[in-house]
């Protein structure tokens, strides 16, 4: 049968796993509070990757809100944009800094602004292929209306053309009313 612990449990075992002496294996520690040792480990894991409701942080639980460092891929395009901005301004030094307190690598910030130039010259592209597109489908159309009446005049110059010939050979209406 499986055991059901509760989130308070939780956060206590990974706070204890923690903070045990170095003397302390992280078997004996599951083996006291009556858990399995892979179940502690994946109660701290879970616990590193914020999936528990708090963290232990300094030997205090503290709300995920408050130390939460995401990964570089889980930041949003907004925040992204304004980590460039912030960087901006920043020496090497001071860039190094500045990411090591967001938990980030400076590498990550230069991708990003590397992103965002790529993407707007993308967009600029995206716009000028529109526009290209639209520019051949309306030669496209005015080719297509050009043939159409060009045969439109041929056929009504050989209708005239016709129309001359019947005349000479049996003569106008004209003629025959005289």
Known sequence: MRAIFTQSFRMQAVGKALSRSAETSLREVAEGLGVGKSTLNNWIVKSRNHGLDSVLVDGVFRSNEMVK??????WSLEERLDMVIACGSLDEEAMSEFCREKGIYPHHVKQWKLGFVDGAAASSRTRQDSESRNLKHEIKDLKKELRRKEKALAET????VLQKKVSTIWGSDEDDSQ
Do not use: C, F, G, I
């Open 157 to 160: 110059a050989a209708l005239l």
């Open 69 to 74: 460092e995401k990964r570089p891929q889980d």
